[in-house]
Nanobody, 118 residues
C-alpha cells in the first residue's frame, strides 16, 4: 500500500525559512504529479505549488518568488522550500500525489503544521 509521509514543519519567525519534504513509499508504483496544499481552520484547502513528472512547476500567486517546489524521482520525494515566510503562510501543509500502481489513484499525506510568528 502506498503512503505519503511528510516532514519538516515547525515554528519559524517572520522572514524565516522552512523546508518541507514528502516521501512516497510502499509497493511498486510510479509517481505522477506531486503537489503541496495548505489549509487553515474554517477555510478550504488551497493549492500552493505543484510539479509534474517531467519537472514542470506551478505556484499560487501568494507564494511566487518565495517558495520553490522540487522533486527527486529516484527517491519518490517532493520538497517545498519556503523562504521569507509571512504570518499568512501559517497553515497545515499537505502533500498530494497521483500514483500509479495497478491503477491510478490520488494520495494525501497526514499534514504538517507550519506556524509563522510575528
Amino acid at each position: 500500500q502506498v503512503q505519503l509521509v511528510e516532514s519538516g514543519g515547525g515554528l519559524v519567525q517572520v522572514g524565516g525559512s522552512l523546508r518541507l519534504s514528502c516521501a512516497a513509499s510502499g509497493s511498486t508504483f510510479r509517481v505522477n504529479a506531486m503537489n503541496w496544499y495548505r489549509q487553515v481552520p474554517g477555510k478550504q484547502r488551497e493549492l500552493v505549488a505543484g510539479i509534474s513528472s517531467d519537472g514542470s512547476t506551478m505556484y499560487a500567486d501568494s507564494v511566487k518568488g518565495r517558495f520553490t517546489i522540487s522533486r527527486d524521482n529516484a527517491k519518490n520525494t517532493v520538497h517545498l522550500e519556503m523562504n521569507n515566510l509571512k504570518p499568512e503562510d501559517t497553515a497545515v501543509y499537505y502533500c498530494y500525489a497521483i500514483i500509479t500502481t495497478h491503477y491510478k489513484a490520488q494520495y494525501w499525506g497526514q499534514g504538517t503544521q507550519v506556524t509563522v510568528s510575528s
